[in-house]
């Protein structure tokens, strides 16, 4: 079946630095992907819909000069969250339209010290 | 606009059928959705069903749509303890790039 994957599953990094979430349709082609944010024990929100060869579409309240989408390829789209706070830490989720379904990564949890 | 709302919790015996229900508000939608997820993991997808069923089988997974209600459920036969999860369901209209909207989820707890 259809396969969305993302990498890393776990990142710690420091505050400051920033951290790059890679999604990756593995044997499907996706033109549009979707990342998700989810905090504890609440659902997901999403945050933005990355388009291949184009400009992400940011949902409001999302900084787009934070999360940083780009979407190279029509298998690989990838959230970079720039100079990462402590508050960015969440479980990162993308997914990717497949048929009749939508397929979702297993998730990257960010941690930020 | 849009709302997809759940009830936050759900308490069954082992061997019990559960069913777990959704109300949404977007009458234009193509798609109604049910995800899993466990402890620690990412969403897994169980079952879709197009707007335009009113019912949908899958194994022990049976998801029954009123579209007039505007009222999705899910309901789990012979429920077993590794069903223990939290339950999204989900709504995505085509005009709208098939974006998702989730409800808040549905905590099932399964007791032996």
């Known amino acids: 079946g259809a396969v969305v994957s993302q990498h890393p599953s776990r990142v710690i990094c420091k505050s400051g630095t920033s951290v790059k979430i890679e999604c990756r349709s593995l044997?499907?082609?996706?033109?549009?992907m979707f990342w998700y944010r989810q905090f504890p024990k609440q659902s997901l929100m999403l945050m933005a819909t990355s388009n291949e060869g184009s400009k992400a579409t940011y949902e409001q309240g999302v900084e787009k000069d934070k999360f940083l989408i780009n979407h190279a390829s029509l298998t690989l789209s990838t959230l970079t969250v720039t100079s990462a706070h402590p508050e960015d830490s969440s479980f990162y989720i993308c997914?990717?339209?497949?048929?009749?379904?939508?397929?979702f990564g297993p998730g990257t949890r960010l941690t930020v010290l | 606009g849009e709302d997809v709302e759940q009830s936050l919790f759900l308490s069954v015996r082992e061997g019990d059928s559960s069913v777990i229900n959704c109300t949404y508000t977007d009458s234009s939608s193509t798609y109604l959705y049910w995800y899993k997820q466990e402890p620690g993991a990412g969403l897994q997808l169980l079952t879709y069903i197009f707007s335009n069923m009113d019912m949908k089988q899958d194994q022990r997974l049976t998801v029954l749509l009123n579209k007039k209600d505007k009222h999705l459920s899910l309901r789990i036969a012979d429920t077993q303890t590794g069903d223990s999860a939290i339950y999204f369901c989900a709504e995505s209209r085509q005009n709208a790039g098939n974006m998702l909207t989730f409800g808040g989820g549905t905590r099932l707890m399964v007791k032996p």
């Open positions: 044997d499907f082609q996706a033109t549009t």
């Open positions: 997914s990717a339209r497949m048929g009749g379904g939508v397929v």
